[in-house]
Structures are given as structure tokens and as C-alpha cells.
């Protein structure tokens, strides 16, 4: 059997989800057209011709690599080791790091890298929640709720408070 990349396995993962192309598209902060031709590869490399034929090859086949969500970076990452480890140590430490710097300075890129490195020791791995254009407080919650796809994150949070 053809192995596929990782892009192409997470992509025939969100396929055997039942998401469109226009959904992994999303999910994976990359336009229709790349998530469509992704599709057409693993069609290609598999013998497919159905979304429903990869959908039954992903229920069948092992799961060695869950879906990310984080974005695709087009650039590779260079330097910075002593900041990648700090925030590495951290997030050992406790379940939330905040990076603080002004803008520009490769904040949201530092935590992405540390994600991709770190995200698979955690069950969920790890997930990207854009808050850059959110402007009410009051919308933090919806938001971040609807990226990691809890549908009622207020009851969940309520309840585990009371444990």
C-alpha cells in the first residue's frame, strides 16, 4: 500500500470525519483548491475513486497520526532554541503559557512551533484558536468552544468547577 504524507493522512482523517473540502480547508487554514487537491492525491496513491472508499481506508487503518489543528507553516523555523525550550519546560509545568512582546516578534509563531513539537504528549494533541480579531471579552469563551468543537463549553466549564 502507497504510504501517504502526514498532510494526506490528516486530510483523508477530516474525509473519513465527513468533512467537505471546504471544511478540512478551514480546519486546516489552507484554501479549498490545496484541500481538494489533497484529496485527489490520496485518491490517486490509494486507487480510490469515492470520499466513502478513504473514509472506509481510515476506519480500517491504525491511527499513528491524529489529526493537528494547527496551522500549516510555510516557513521553517530557525533559532530561537532557548525560547523553544523555555516554553517547552513551561507547558510541563502547567496547562497555560502566556507569551507576552510586542507585535511582530514571532509570538504566535514560537507557539506554534512549540505546539507542533510538544502537541503529540497530549491525548488531544494540540489545537490553534485564533483570538486575534476577537474585540468583546464576552465572545472568548463562543470562540474558543466552537475551534475546539465543545458544543456547550459554559456547562462543561460550570460543571467541572463544582468537582
Not at 17 to 23: K, V, W
Not at 75 to 82: E, L
Amino acid at each position: 500500500m502507497p504510504r501517504l504524507s502526514r498532510r494526506e493522512t490528516e486530510v483523508a482523517h477530516l474525509v473519513g470525519a465527513g468533512l467537505t473540502n471546504r471544511q478540512i480547508a478551514d480546519r486546516l487554514f489552507v484554501s479549498e483548491r490545496t484541500a481538494e487537491y489533497h484529496v485527489e492525491q490520496i485518491r490517486n496513491k490509494l486507487g480510490y475513486h469515492t470520499r466513502a472508499e478513504i473514509a472506509r481506508w481510515v476506519a480500517q487503518s491504525p491511527d499513528e497520526s491524529a489529526p493537528s489543528r494547527l496551522p500549516v507553516q510555510l516557513t521553517s523555523f530557525i533559532g530561537r532554541t532557548r525560547d523553544l525550550a523555555a516554553v517547552s519546560s513551561l507547558l510541563g509545568q502547567t496547562r497555560l503559557v502566556t507569551i507576552t512582546g510586542a507585535g511582530g516578534t514571532g509570538k504566535t509563531r514560537l507557539a506554534l512551533e512549540v505546539a507542533l513539537r510538544v502537541g503529540r504528549d497530549f491525548g488531544d494533541g494540540a489545537w490553534f484558536v485564533d483570538l486575534q480579531s476577537l474585540e468583546d471579552e464576552k465572545l472568548l469563551v463562543p470562540e474558543v468552544a466552537a475551534a475546539l468543537e465543545v458544543a456547550d463549553l459554559d456547562r462543561e466549564l460550570a460543571s467541572s468547577r463544582r468537582l
